[in-house]
Nanobody, 117 residues
């Protein structure tokens, strides 16, 4: 069982930056594929960025060049650095972790990011 706890969300102005953190407990996740998803009001939850155990990253087109996903296996923590934030980035952000041999994974409780114009 893995528990994921996000932090770092908040209110920021257009063009600002935030860094989200997701700390895992209950299991070592260095072998897991981890990622960040977001859900805006009235919309489905969508992938923002993922990073594999081999440090391969993937991003949704709308955040490429602005967001950076990373992980610190020694701290069992994953990060999402978000720069040049836009109002359309406003959403609840969730971290996710999945063992590569399993079809389903674990979710954090979410952290709100609000970008004002």
């Amino acid at each position: 069982q893995v528990q994921l706890v996000e932090s770092g969300g908040g209110l920021v102005q257009l063009g600002g930056s935030l860094r989200l953190s997701c700390r895992a407990s209950g299991s070592v996740v260095k072998l897991y594929t981890t990622g960040w998803y977001r859900q805006a009001p009235g919309k489905q939850r969508v992938m923002v960025a993922t990073i594999t155990s081999g440090e391969r990253t993937d991003y949704v087109d709308s955040v490429k060049g602005r967001f950076t996903i990373s992980r610190d296996n020694a701290k069992n923590t994953m990060y999402l650095q978000m720069n040049s934030l836009k109002p359309e980035d406003t959403a609840v952000y969730y971290c996710y972790a999945r063992h590569p041999l399993l079809s389903s994974g674990y979710w954090g409780q979410g952290t709100q990011v609000t970008v004002s114009s």
